[in-house]
């Protein structure tokens, strides 16, 4: 795993104490407390009665990279006026007004499941094809 993708943890990012956690080389809050022990005075700790050190975790958070989308302006393009907006409507009503436009121009990162969402959206107001968000960056899922 590149080093970049850890430089930015969250602000307050929740840490884990437990080195030797069967999953501790792959979970973020491991990473997280091993990267933060170095640069700052106070952090955020998870409760270690709670964390299981094992396969079933409640807080294991992956370290494998996901893929974010970036906007969704050229979907426009590709719906009939009415189907684009009823797909605005959901979306705004999920979102509210300005988070939406901030998504749609690609000012916020989608996660996987904000994808997911997008593209039920789509089906639900009709739209049969598979359409691309306007661009795609890798990233960890530090808040899943």
């Avoid at 080093?3 to 307050?12: E, F, N, T």
């Avoid at 709670?50 to 294991?60: E, L, V």
């Amino acid at each position: 795993m590149p080093a970049k993708l850890y430089k930015d943890v969250p602000p307050g990012y929740t840490v884990c104490l437990h080195g030797d956690c069967a999953r501790a080389s792959c979970c973020l809050h491991q990473i997280a407390y091993q990267r933060l022990l170095e640069s700052e005075n106070v952090l955020s700790l998870l409760n270690p009665a709670r964390c299981t050190k094992d396969d079933q975790c409640p807080y294991f958070r992956d370290s494998a990279p996901v893929t974010y989308a970036l906007g969704f302006t050229g979907m426009q393009r590709r719906m009939y006026p009415s189907q684009y907006t009823a797909f605005v409507s959901i979306l705004m009503g999920r979102y509210g007004r300005n988070p939406y436009y901030d998504r749609r121009k690609g000012n916020i990162a989608l996660s996987p499941v904000e994808q997911q969402f997008i593209r039920d959206a789509l089906r639900k107001v009709g739209v049969t094809e598979d359409l691309e968000f306007d661009r795609y960056e890798t990233g960890l899922l530090w808040n899943g």
